[in-house]
Nanobody
Framework: QVQLVESGGGLVQPGGSLRLSCAAS????????MGWYRQAPGKQRELVAR???????YYADSVKGRFAISRDNGKNTVYLQMNSVRAEDTAVYYC?????????????WGQGTQVTVSS
């Protein structure tokens, strides 16, 4: 099992910055893909960014150039640096670990942290 604990959410003004952290514990594998998803009210959960153990990254088009994902394999921690935030970035952000075992995908989720962008 994998346990994920997020921190760093809160209220931020448009154009400001925020850094989210997610600490993973349990049976962590260096092959696990770590990432961030978000869900705004009335919308489906969407992928924001993800990073492999080899530090290969993927970003949603809506956050490219503004957000940066990073990972510390020694600490089993993933970060999301959010810059130039916009009102549309307001959502609950969820940390995710994706693991593939014998071709089967397993997803583990944190409890979520609220990010509100407002003046």
């Amino acid at each position: 099992q994998v346990q994920l604990v997020e921190s760093g959410g809160g209220l931020v003004q448009p154009g400001g910055s925020l850094r989210l952290s997610c600490a993973a514990s349990g049976s962590i594998s260096t092959n696990d893909v770590m990432g961030w998803y978000r869900q705004a009210p009335g919308k489906q959960r969407e992928l924001v960014a993800r990073i492999t153990s080899a530090l290969s990254t993927y970003y949603a088009d809506s956050v490219k150039g503004r957000f940066a994902i990073s990972r510390d394999n020694g600490k089993n921690t993933v970060y999301l640096q959010m810059n130039s935030v916009r009102a549309e970035d307001t959502a609950v952000y969820y940390c995710n670990v994706t693991r593939y075992t014998s071709g089967r995908r397993n997803d583990y989720w944190g409890q979520g942290t609220q990010v509100t962008v407002s003046s």
